[in-house]
């Protein structure tokens, strides 16, 4: 970041505190904002060719519609609206598909028409964070403060030591913010908190935080409230909608692992009394594949979605009760190829495991657990497993014969 900083000062000396919004390529190297242009959502689409920024080896990003001068410099104003570039790329996202790289360029934007009296919002360079916040604000005039978050949303950001006081220090004298408003003051993101020192942040900057909403769509409402949070604001919410929207990156962690699980099954299913066999490798190798299936959609799919239904509070167990119940009528269609009862009740196995470790999985999405009471329940539960697997495994063998 300091080499691609360096080499933006040499290219353009105007917008030396706004580099945000656009790539560049200088001396033949492409040197990009903080991410493949595809990726980033940034469009070589042709804009107004007198604008001062499009310039020979500029890239503009889509979301960007201008610049506007400060007394800092010009900075880039980001539409509200999210194009069809921004839509696909949250899918693909939510899909797990390239999430550690989706960021955006931290340092200072705008929405609307802001003044030096207008409130400046903090928040994480995770793009999809980024684009959460800034569709909320239709209508409003504001500046959003970037932070380096390395990709990573406030929440998780703040505990990891990223979404922290001396970034935003930092992004506060870099962006020359006491150039650009008089009043003094940043809104952050109540889950950033456990990141943020407010009376450190006053005391290294000059400015004072104030703690906004919890959800980026309470924002005008907060803004409206003179800055202040009623009850709900305050109240973090996981609704079935939101557990839903996280099913499909569970799903996809579990893919590598899976394949690799898929390979050793199809080889420790060709056992039998002639040493191997091909055609019960593939007979039997297909039925403990299905088993492996049922137990990550029961663990990674189901369990998340009826998260609050499921008793328990202990998520391996929820993982067990759900991967019980699915995994019978999953394994009622292979049994002709699961030899016999052994073989039955060493899927039944197999699949309420993986159901198990899944859902134990999912912890770290959710607002309900610590740090330590993940690790507690993995200390418990990780041991049974394994052993679990090994039982139905050996007992998987043992049925060919």
């Known amino acids: 970041m300091e080499k691609q900083e360096s080499a933006f000062l040499k290219t353009d000396s105007r917008a030396r505190d706004s580099k945000e919004g656009y790539n560049i390529s200088t001396s033949g190297v492409k040197i990009m904002a903080s991410m493949p242009v595809e990726d980033q959502g940034c469009s070589s689409e042709s804009r107004d060719s007198e604008s001062d920024h499009e310039r020979p080896g500029y890239r503009i990003c889509s979301y960007v519609e201008r610049f506007i001068d400060t007394d800092a410099g010009p900075i880039p104003v980001v539409t509200t609206a ?3 570039r921004d839509l696909l790329s949250t ?18 934007y705008a929405v609307g028409e802001p003044d030096k009296t207008s409130e400046v919002l903090v928040t994480s360079n995770f793009k999809l964070t980024f684009d959460h ?12 403060l970037v932070l380096d978050t390395r990709g990573i949303n406030v929440w998780c950001a703040a505990s990891k030591g990223t979404f922290s006081t001396a970034e935003l220090v930092k992004r506060i004298q870099a962006s020359s913010l006491e150039k650009i408003v008089d009043h003094k003051r940043v809104v952050v993101p109540q889950l950033g ?14 400015f004072r935080v104030v703690y906004g909403p919890i959800r980026a769509r309470d924002i ?21 909608y939101e557990r839903f929207i996280l099913t499909p990156v569970e799903i996809q962690m579990m893919l590598k692992p899976a394949l ?28 403990s594949v299905i088993a492996l299936a049922a137990g990550i959609v029961s663990g990674a799919f189901v369990t998340p979605v009826l998260l609050p239904f499921i008793p328990s509070k202990i998520f391996a167990l929820k993982g067990i009760i759900t ?34 470790y899944t859902a134990m999985n999912f912890t770290g999405a959710t607002p309900f657990t610590s740090p330590s009471g993940v690790e507690k329940e993995m200390k418990r539960f990780i041991p049974v497993q394994s052993v679990c697997i090994l039982i139905s495994l050996g007992v998987w063998i043992y049925s060919a014969f």
Not at 220 to 240: G, I, P
Request: one cysteine or more; charged letters at 15%.
């Open 133 to 144: 916040l800034r569709k909320e604000l239709a209508g409003v005039s504001a500046w959003i």
């Open 260 to 287: 690799v699980t898929v390979l050793l099954l199809f080889v420790i299913s060709g056992f039998g009394p002639g040493i191997f066999s091909v055609a019960g490798s593939w007979q039997r190798g297909m039925a």
């Open 323 to 356: 991967g019980a119940i699915l995994s019978v009528p999953v394994l009622a269609l292979v049994q002709s190829s699961a030899s016999g009862a052994a073989g039955l009740a060493a899927l039944w196995l197999f699949s309420v495991t993986v159901s198990s």
């Open 220 to 240: 005008r409402s907060f803004l409206r409230n003179d800055k202040k949070a009623d009850k709900e604001m305050r109240q973090v919410s996981f609704t079935m």
């Open 91 to 108: 899918f693909a996202v939510r899909c797990g598909v390239n999430r550690h790289n989706y960021t955006v360029t931290p340092g200072l």
């Open 82 to 84: 999210l194009g069809r």
């Open 193 to 206: 908190a456990t990141g943020v020192a407010a009376r450190e942040v006053k005391n290294r900057s000059g």
